[in-house]
């Protein structure tokens, strides 16, 4: 069974980039679609956005000019760079797996805290 | 965007109570809805997909229905474990996916 693991910087100043990374272990990574999730305390959650196995990217209109997802399959893992940090970006972040691009999302990691404060 | 919403934001029960939250989606969907139990620091886990199927391992007491814009999560006899906040999500436009804003249920 597929288990994913992120791990980042948990503080990071304005301005700054933030580089994420979730690690998939228990199954392959070459057949799905990998997602980002945040939730700001007490908010709802916001979908950042998805690679596939196939390189296919999507991401929040919202986030794009600032997003980039990445997929190392030797590594078996995924990467996101978002760059320009504001205190709008702390949240919990979120990893997810989904089987094609219409699917739910039934796999998460446990998140990883990023806080943007200088 | 797809803007999902959710109805009532919060709700308490009693042990053994059928308990109902419903979801709204701004635009047909289908029925690419799925809801999400989330419980405090813990990540969400999928409970229903394609608005009524049960995901593997979820107590059969959970079930969902509608199609195109109304939908229905029930917890048909409420039990401690259940308190919780729990999200719709639609997927139907797979490069906007949208959450619905959280429904806790709590016991009463």
């Known amino acids: 069974q597929v288990q994913l693991q992120e791990s980042g910087p948990g503080l990071v100043k304005p301005s700054e980039t933030l580089s994420l990374t979730c690690s998939v272990s228990g199954g392959s990574i070459s057949n799905y679609c990998w997602n980002w999730i945040r939730q700001p305390a007490g908010k709802r959650l916001e979908w950042i956005g998805r690679i596939c196995a196939t390189g296919s990217t999507n991401y929040n209109p919202s986030l794009e000019s600032r997003l980039t997802l990445s997929l190392d399959t030797s590594g078996k893992q995924f990467s996101l760079k978002l760059t320009s940090l504001t205190a709008a970006d702390t949240a919990m972040y979120y990893c997810?797996?989904?089987?094609?691009?219409?699917?739910?999302?039934?796999?998460w990691g446990q998140g990883t805290r990023v806080a943007v404060s200088s | 965007d797809i803007q999902m919403t959710q109805s009532p934001s919060s709700l308490s029960a009693s042990v053994g109570d059928r308990v109902t939250i419903t979801c709204r989606a701004s635009?047909?969907?289908?029925?690419?809805l799925s809801w999400y139990q989330q419980k405090p620091g813990k990540a969400p886990k999928l409970l229903i997909y394609a608005a009524s199927r049960l995901q593997d391992e979820v107590p059969s007491r959970f079930s969902g229905s509608g199609s195109g814009t109304d939908f229905t999560l029930t917890i048909s006899s409420f039990q401690p474990a259940d308190s919780a906040t729990y999200f719709c999500q639609h997927t139907y436009n797979t490069a906007r996916i949208t959450f619905g804003q959280g429904t806790r249920l709590e016991i009463k």
């Open positions: 635009q047909d969907i289908f029925t690419y």
């Open positions: 997810a797996k989904s089987v094609v691009p219409a699917a739910p999302f039934d796999t």
